[in-house]
């Protein structure tokens, strides 16, 4: 099966700073999904990513996958208290599943 | 903006005991799911239902486990004889047709506690 490896497991970034949140998986993917949970809510969508090489950006949160279709980095520009939360990659598996990683804490010191 | 709404927020049970977890999804979706999580663990797949059937489902959705959508609106998951180890925050979650498979909409979640 499936697994998502994200790395790291929690981050703490001065406002305004850039970061990187990675995700690798032990398999080729077929559709990389990143989500959003902030502290008592669902996970919230936030990018999809399905060819290699390609790279999306929402904001200033742009993400990408590699050539080879198993590694994608998720990039934050100028972090904002906003951007706080966990952020999850999922890999699609087959037409009705998402596999997780462990996800990413991110918080934002002011 | 429409989303999934999942009733009670948190739900305590004794342990053996039936659970049903609400859920109201997005009106026009067509594609519904259960993912759970339990404390410090990933978020995992459970259950996907299309077309009043059951499309796929984890190792973990046992015969303990069942859902339905007995109306036009909801959509429940039910756990017949509780487990300790079923202690673990419930998402509902659903998809419009024709969107990507993995844009998935989720609810806030039902907090199971299993005691």
């Known amino acids: 099966s499936q697994e998502l490896e994200q790395s790291p497991q929690s981050l703490i970034v001065q406002e305004g700073k850039n970061l990187t949140i990675n995700c690798t998986s032990s398999?080729?993917?077929?559709?990389l999904y990143w989500y959003k949970q902030k502290y008592g809510e669902g996970l919230i969508f936030l990018m999809m990513l399905q060819k290699g090489g390609e790279e999306k950006s929402h904001e200033k949160i742009t993400a990408k996958l590699d050539e080879k279709k198993q590694q994608s980095s998720l990039h934050i520009t100028a972090s904002q208290p906003s951007h706080a939360g966990i952020y999850l990659c999922g890999a699609a598996q087959g037409a009705q599943k998402l596999v997780f990683g462990q996800g990413t804490r991110l918080t934002i010191n002011p | 903006e429409p989303e999934v709404t999942q009733t009670p927020s948190h739900q305590v049970t004794q342990m053996g005991q039936e659970v049903i977890l609400r859920c109201v999804p997005i009106?026009?979706?067509?594609?519904f799911y259960w993912y759970r999580q339990i404390l410090g663990q990933k978020v995992e797949f459970l259950v996907s239902f299309y077309n009043n059937e059951i499309s796929e489902k984890s190792e973990i959705f046992d015969d303990q486990f069942s859902v339905e959508r007995p109306d036009g609106s909801n959509f429940t998951l039910k756990i017949r004889s509780t487990k300790l180890e079923d202690s673990a925050m419930y998402f509902c979650a659903s998809r419009a047709a024709g969107s990507l498979g993995g844009k998935l909409f989720f609810g806030s979640g039902t907090q199971l506690s299993v005691l």
């Open positions: 398999k080729t993917l077929y559709g």
């Open positions: 009106s026009n979706h067509l594609y």
